[in-house]
Nanobody, 121 residues
Framework: VQLQASGGGLVQAGGSLRLSCAASGRTFSSSAMGWFRQAPGKEREFVAATSWSGATTYYADSVKGRFTISRDNAKNTVYLQMNSLKPEDTAVYYC???????????????WGQGTQVTVSS
């Protein structure tokens, strides 16, 4: 599976962005998908994940109620809708694919290149 993340940018606090992750490969529709982020000087952290069907989702406590992960298997794409953005959401956001739903880096085998999200105060 190859992954291409897009949709990042500069937004003011309180604003919204929608990230997309386009996947190639026949295994996308059977893969769990996750979003992670890495701020400067910090480790990459889990943000959200969805099962292969989209029926089950996990979120980090820091984004619950503000971010929504979804997927369109017909388009081989997973999305991250980010609302009420805060300066502490500033990071490079990565999408990832893996065999099963997991809220940790080790659960994912394939990674996209990352897209920068910057939230100004």
């Amino acid at each position: 599976v190859q992954l291409q993340a897009s949709g990042g940018g500069l937004v003011q606090a309180g604003g919204s962005l929608r990230l997309s992750c386009a996947a190639s490969g026949r295994t996308f529709s059977s893969s769990a998908m996750g979003w992670f982020r890495q701020a400067p000087g910090k480790e990459r952290e889990f943000v959200a994940a969805t099962s292969w069907s989209g029926a089950t989702t996990y979120y980090a406590d820091s984004v619950k109620g503000r971010f929504t992960i979804s997927r369109d298997n017909a388009k081989n794409t997973v999305y991250l809708q980010m609302n009420s953005l805060k300066p502490e959401d500033t990071a490079v956001y990565y999408c990832a694919a893996g065999p099963r739903l997991a809220p940790r880096r080790a659960g994912y085998d394939y990674w996209g290149q990352g897209t920068q999200v910057t939230v100004s105060s």
